[in-house]
């Protein structure tokens, strides 16, 4: 079945770092979507990607998705603390289904 | 933005009881639910597609039986563990589609004891 790998599991960085997390699906996709969830809330939809090699940006915020719509990765600059949480990529296959990686945990050292 | 609510946001059962667990959505028509479970630290998985009028469709390895799932309304899709055990404990989020994405309701955390 489709798989969707995500890394790394965690990552810790100072206040003012960088941040990149990467997704990888075993299947092409159609579409990828990333969803923010704070620590002891629910995930909230961020953004969906569609197009091959499309980049779009909000805020702070950058999202790519491969060229081969199989890989994606959402980097963010100069992290805050209010960025930290767990960051899921979630792709959709050819069977229509939402299937998650299994998340980044940013924390961010202040 | 869209609203999904679930309610109860917490609940103790004991061994061998049922739960019912609610979703809506508040201010828009969800034809299509989802709900999914998440262990601590980990991901979500996606436990069954509802669709309203009809029936739902299962993921491999869940147990259709056990999780008693309707969606008798396009704003309200129900889950019920019934004959909860302790594995049972988790998270359940349910969530709906409008547009792209999916939005999530709050989670229901169960515990069985």
């Known amino acids: 079945g489709q798989q969707v790998m995500q890394i790394p599991q965690y990552q810790h960085v100072q206040e003012g770092e960088d941040f990149t997390t990467y997704c990888n699906s075993s299947t092409t996709l159609s579409n990828i979507q990333w969803y923010k969830q704070r620590p002891g809330g629910h995930p909230v939809f961020l953004i969906q990607?569609?197009?091959?090699?499309e980049v779009k940006k909000q805020k702070r915020l950058t999202f790519q998705f491969g060229e081969a719509k199989k890989n994606s990765s959402l980097h963010i600059t100069a992290t805050q603390t209010t960025d930290v949480g767990t960051y899921f990529c979630?792709?959709?296959?050819?069977?229509?289904?939402?299937?998650f990686g299994k998340g980044t945990l940013l924390t961010v050292n202040p | 933005g869209a609203v999904v609510s679930q309610h109860p946001s917490r609940v103790i059962c004991k061994s061998g009881t049922s739960v019912k667990i609610e979703c809506r959505s508040l201010?828009?028509?969800?034809?299509?639910m989802f709900w999914y479970r998440q262990f601590p630290k980990q991901s979500l998985m996606l436990m069954a597609t509802?669709?309203?009028?009809?029936?739902?469709?299962?993921e491999q390895g869940v147990e259709k039986d056990k999780f008693l799932i309707n969606h008798a309304s396009l704003t309200l899709s129900t889950l019920t563990v019934t004959s909860a055990h302790p594995e049972d404990s988790s998270f359940y989020i349910c969530?709906?589609?409008?547009?792209?994405?999916?939005?999530f309701g709050p989670g229901t955390r169960l515990t069985v004891t």
């Open positions: 990607l569609v197009k091959s090699g």
């Open positions: 979630a792709g959709t296959g050819s069977n229509y289904k939402l299937t």
């Open positions: 969530s709906a589609s409008l547009g792209p994405g999916q939005y």
């Open positions: 201010d828009f028509q969800a034809t299509t």
């Open positions: 509802s669709n309203e009028g009809s029936k739902a469709t299962y």
